[in-house]
């Protein structure tokens, strides 16, 4: 299970290339609307963070039971790198 940060150009290839490695289950999180394209890089679910009123990790750990395998930060904010690095350990 992979989560994607920033559904730009660097975070469809991630997953494209999570989807060539055999990911069934890609999280693409962005705050604009880009889950139609990113559907077509694999993009199996969309979360975008101003819907909701916690922080995003504990969405995705919500989502998810517990966290997530993976976890690519593609945007250069040391916030959601964080963010990123707290959802991937808590994984099982």
């Given at each position: 299970m992979f989560a994607i940060f920033g559904l730009g150009t660097v975070g469809l290839a991630v997953a494209e290339g999570a989807k060539a490695a055999?990911?069934?289950?890609?999280?693409?999180?962005?705050?604009?609307?880009?889950f139609d394209r990113a559907k077509d890089f694999g993009v199996t679910e969309?979360?975008?963070?101003k819907d909701h009123d916690k922080p995003t990790q504990q969405v995705l750990v919500d989502m998810t039971d517990g966290g997530v395998d993976y976890s690519f930060e593609c945007i250069g904010n040391v916030s959601i790198m964080r963010a990123a690095l707290e959802l991937s350990s808590r994984t099982r």
């Open positions: 055999g990911a069934t289950r890609i999280i693409g999180i962005d705050i604009n609307r880009k969309f979360v975008n963070p």
